[in-house]
């Protein structure tokens, strides 16, 4: 009899756990869904981690990110490094500058826009059911990351893409429902990781999201 009533009390503790949990996803989506539906813009401080499994090292990079969010299912992105170098992507067109040998890499990604957006908006604007239709979406649970709470999401998309390095992303929102931290891992083991820090949200001018190069700067095309 003791032992029934033991397994009883076990079940009936693992309902309440997932029951808990369900609610806990539940109020990460709404989260995420009201922070979708007011983002506009981001400018946030940028710690930037590329993982190479083969050698189990890190490369840290430091800079300042600014996302952009025009309309729905378009994004604008700028970053730019402590040391002087900086990425743009204006919706089109991809820029790669390198501040040491003063050239920019010029890329015409079109033909990828869709790819590039959703890399994007990957925290920044696209909401609950977005990630649930191109993902197997997960609710790994709270943990606090750069001092704060937040809630982390597992996703792996549903549809492999053989030209993509993305084998899973890794999501950690902040209680305004914007993600703190990105974790893209490829196939091979290796890992991109932005930590966002000292955010602040809202628009801004479309000049503001440009690459500032100096005049002998080299332009290489691709």
């Known amino acids: 009899m003791m032992n029934r009533v033991l397994k009883l009390g076990i079940f009936a503790l693992t309902l309440a756990g997932l029951t808990h949990a369900a609610e806990s996803a539940a109020m990460v989506f709404a989260r995420i869904d009201a922070g979708a539906k007011s983002f506009k813009g981001m400018t946030a401080d940028l710690t930037y981690t590329e993982h190479s499994a083969l050698v189990n090292s890190d490369e840290v990079t430091k800079g300042v990110a600014k996302f952009l969010r025009p309309k729905p299912n378009s ?59 191109a993902y197997n979406v997960t609710y790994v649970g709270e943990e606090n ?19 993509s390095s993305m084998k899973e992303a890794d999501l950690w929102y902040g209680p305004n429902g914007i993600v703190v931290q990105q974790k893209i891992l490829a196939p091979s083991g290796d890992y991109k990781q932005m930590l966002f820090s000292n955010m602040k949200l809202g628009s801004m001018p479309d000049k503001e999201l440009e690459l500032k190069l100096p005049k002998d700067v080299t332009v290489q095309k691709h």
């Open 145 to 163: 990351v750069g001092g704060q709470p937040t809630w982390h999401l597992k996703l792996i998309p549903k549809v492999p893409d053989k030209t």
């Open 75 to 133: 994004a604008r992105a700028l970053i730019t490094w402590n040391d002087g170098g900086g990425l743009e992507y204006n919706g089109k067109e991809g820029k790669l500058y390198n501040a040491k040998t003063k050239t920019v890499d010029v890329g015409n990604l079109s033909s990828r826009q869709s790819t590039v957006n959703q890399y994007l908006l990957l925290g920044f604007g696209a909401t609950s059911e977005d990630l649930k239709a």
